[in-house]
C-alpha cells in the first residue's frame, strides 16, 4: 500500500447563510498517484483545494497534508507543496526563465542557470525561454506555471483546472507533462471538470456535485459499479453472425449504426471471459472482434442525471 500523502476527515466548508461549499467530505491520497476531483463549476473543487493549500479556512473536520496538520502546522511543509492555481496568468513582463528565478527567490532557493533551462525544457519551453510571458500562447503560460510550481521539487503538487479553455493538443501536451511528472515520483491532486480528462489520468477519482463526494474509486471500478454493460463488437457478422449466436444461446443484436456489427451486452465483468470463451470456440464469422465498454462519462451521467460541457451542466 502507498504511504498516505493527504488524509481528509469530514471537512466542511460553510458559507452564510445557507451554501456548504464543501459538506463532509473524506479522502484519502496515495504517494505517488493521481488523484482527481471531477465535477461541474460550483462542485466545491476550488475550495477544497484551497483549504488543504492552506488558503482558506475550514468550518470543521480535519485534514493532514505530507503528515502536518494544515490548520495548525502548514508552515512546516509549505515549501513541500507545488501550486497551480485556477486561471493562473504568469508575470507579463517577465521572461519565462526570469519568471522561474523570481518564483525561486520567493521559496528562499538559490536555483542555477543550468536548473532554470532544465525547468524549462521539463515543459517543452525552451525555444521560447526569452520571450515576454504575456506572447506566450495559453497552453504555453499553464506550461510555465507548472514550471514555476515545480521549482522547489514538489513531494505533492496541486493542478487546478489546470487544462480549462485550452485547445485539444494543449490539452494533450499537459496530459503528457503530468503523467511524465508522476513518473517521477511527485503526487498529484488534480481538479478537472473534464470526464475524459479524469479518466485518461487518475488513478483516483472523486466524483463531486454540491459539496459531495458522490463516488469514489479507479476509473475502471467507477465504470465496474456504476457503469451498466461492455458491448462485445463482432464486427462484419451480420445477419448471420446473429443467428449464429442465437443458435449457441448467446443474446445479441446488430449495430445501429453500422449493421454489418452484432453487438453482445455483457452486464457483470465477471462474465466477460465465460462469454468471450463462448464466441471464440463458436463459429460465428466475423472479421474482428472487440470489447467497447462504457466511460466515465457515461457514470456520471448515470449518478448526477445531467451531461457536463465546459463544466456546466445540461439539463
Do not use: C
Not at 184 to 204: C, Q, R, V
Not at 263 to 280: C, F, N, P, W, Y
Amino acid at each position: 500500500m502507498p504511504e498516505i500523502v493527504v488524509e481528509v476527515e469530514n471537512l466542511v466548508k460553510y458559507y452564510p447563510p445557507d451554501v456548504k461549499a464543501v459538506d463532509d467530505i473524506s479522502f484519502d491520497i496515495g504517494s505517488g498517484t493521481i488523484f482527481s476531483m471531477l465535477g461541474p463549476n460550483g462542485a466545491g473543487k476550488t475550495t477544497t483545494v484551497e483549504i488543504l493549500e492552506g488558503l482558506r479556512n475550514p468550518t470543521s473536520g480535519s485534514a493532514q497534508v505530507l503528515g502536518a496538520d494544515i490548520f495548525k502546522d502548514y508552515s512546516k511543509i509549505r515549501k513541500r507543496v507545488g501550486t497551480l492555481p485556477q486561471n493562473f496568468e504568469p508575470f507579463d513582463l517577465l521572461k519565462p526563465w526570469e519568471a522561474i528565478s523570481y518564483w525561486a527567490s520567493l521559496y528562499d532557493i538559490r536555483i542555477s542557470k543550468k536548473e532554470i533551462d532544465r525547468l524549462i525544457e521539463s515543459v517543452n519551453l525552451m525555444d521560447r525561454k526569452n520571450l515576454m510571458s504575456k506572447k506566450l500562447s495559453g497552453g504555453e503560460k499553464r506550461k510555465l506555471g507548472i514550471a514555476l510550481s515545480l521549482v522547489n521539487n514538489p513531494e505533492l503538487l496541486f493542478l487546478d483546472e489546470p487544462t480549462t479553455g485550452l485547445d485539444p493538443k494543449a490539452r494533450r501536451d499537459l496530459w503528457n507533462l503530468i503523467d511524465i511528472i508522476r513518473d517521477k515520483g511527485t503526487t498529484i491532486f488534480l481538479t478537472t471538470h473534464y470526464l475524459d480528462e479524469a479518466e485518461k489520468l487518475s488513478n483516483d477519482v472523486a466524483i463531486m456535485h454540491k459539496g459531495k463526494i458522490i463516488a469514489q474509486g479507479s476509473p475502471d471500478s467507477l465504470v465496474e459499479k456504476y457503469g451498466k454493460s461492455t458491448i462485445i463488437v463482432l464486427e462484419g457478422a451480420g445477419k448471420a453472425g446473429l443467428a449464429k449466436l442465437k443458435e449457441i444461446g448467446i443474446s445479441a443484436s446488430i449495430d445501429e449504426i453500422d449493421d454489418r456489427n452484432v453487438l453482445v451486452e455483457v452486464k457483470r465483468h465477471s462474465e466477460m471471459k465465460a462469454t468471450m470463451a463462448r464466441i471464440a470456440n463458436s463459429d460465428v464469422p466475423m472479421n474482428d472482434i472487440y470489447t467497447k465498454r462504457e466511460s466515465l462519462e457515461d457514470v456520471f451521467l448515470s449518478l448526477i442525471g445531467s451531461k457536463m460541457e465546459d463544466g456546466v451542466l445540461k439539463e
